[in-house]
């Protein structure tokens, strides 16, 4: 997070005016925002494999709420 607590660092440019102001956002998009931020890829072929197999998807999930809607990860092929 930047130094101001509800600005969260979502983006390359370092600018506040280029951060996700949380208190702009709805609950569950300031959920889901947080849980990116632990977003990160399990392979170093992340850039050909499915997106489904290349990041740490559960991960993300188990930092969600238990009510969040679409919490459930399909089962894997």
Known sequence: MAGNSELLVSSPYSGEEHHLDL???DERSRQLALALQNLHPT???YPSDPYS???NWQQIV???P???EGTSLPPSR
Do not use: E, K, W
Request: overall charge negative; charged content about 15%; aromatic content about 14%.
């Open 23 to 25: 208190s702009s956002v």
């Open 43 to 45: 392979t170093n072929n």
């Open 53 to 55: 197999t290349s990041f």
């Open 62 to 64: 188990d930092h969600l």
């Open 66 to 68: 238990a009510d969040f």
